[in-house]
């Protein structure tokens, strides 16, 4: 599966300067105006993960694909977007297709860079952001009741939806996301959810934006946002979409020691990723051979017959059994012969549940 992260915040926060970073590449306009992204921006980043690389230079084979990561950079929002002020509602069907909301919060003051409100305030330009989302949630929740009101009639099946989209409609119309909805995991409930694809109901990682002297202390702005953000559960970052930006065309050790020169391990990208998979629980495994290494992402807890279905939905149909090896395994004996010489190598059936870091091999019949 490829991870959508949306990249969403007010206009001039830094969003299209992330996006250029991330990607490697000006795909995005960043210049000091509002509105300079008038088109979702999309690109497919592999995902930088040093086991594969790892076990490529065992398996030496002619390729080594890497799991992806699209990320949209999506146009800035302000108020009333959700009526079609600014640039409209055209924008969030775009976050609506994204797996996870990377929410970019200026955390700088910068008199040279123009702030659309005139002054930094980070809490209250989240407020501005999800409360566009909320209120373009409600629209499509409201939308989706006079459709059920019209079948509920004789229908137990459709009634109980109906009750349980107005329980969640009347939860939302007193200001609150559809993730924080106590019973958000009852079966109708998650339908909805999933039907509609609501914004509100996905995982937020609110991504502080600072400048290069903001990397290495937590100022005020950034507080403000990490007490926000564990009051609502979701993750946060602290990243410089400047220090990013400049980390373009650098190769790998001139990379580490920039970072190094400002205090910092791992590059924005990374941080990023490791959050991600963090928060919508997300693991790695691989598969190898000499035609090809190859990284896959499933879902924390999916068993061996769903990961199979990442290489090939045949596999998943048709599958029999997988062969196993765990990473720490593969690394300490270097092959896939010594492992299975050594008797680390498992065979799992359609009940295993899949770690993080699994090397496999499926047998399937089709």
Known sequence: MALGIGIVGLPNVGKSTLFNALTKA?????????????????????????????????????KVTHATVDFVDIAGLVKGASKGEGLGNQFLSNIRETEAILQVVRCFDNPDVVHVDGSVDPLRDIEVIETELLLADVQTLEKKIDRLQKMAKGDKTTKLMLDDAETLLKFMNEGNPASLFAEKDRETIRQLMNELRLMTSKKTIYCTNVDENGLNINNEYVLKVAH??????????????????????????????????????????????????????????????????????????????????????DFEKGFIRAEVISYDDYVNYGSEAACKAAGVMRVEGKDYVVQDGDVMHFLFNV
């Not at 000006?26 to 086991?51: S, W």
């Not at 791992?266 to 963090?278: D, N, P, W, Y």
């Open 228 to 313: 926000f953000a564990e009051s609502r559960h979701c993750d946060w970052i602290k990243i410089s979409a400047k220090v990013e930006e400049e980390l373009i065309g650098l190769n790998e050790k001139e990379r580490h020691e920039f970072l190094e020169s400002y205090g910092v391990k791992k590059s924005g990208l990374e941080k990023v990723i490791r959050i991600s998979f963090h928060s919508l629980g997300l693991i790695s495994f691989f598969t190898g051979g000499p035609k090809e290494v190859r990284a896959c992402t499933i879902h924390k807890g999916e068993k061996a017959p769903r990961a199979a279905g990442e290489i090939h939905t």
């Open 26 to 62: 000006q795909n995005a306009e960043a210049a000091n105006y509002p509105f300079c992204t008038i088109e979702p921006n999309k690109a497919v980043v592999p995902l930088p993960d040093e086991r594969l690389e790892k076990l490529a230079s065992f398996i030496k084979p002619a």
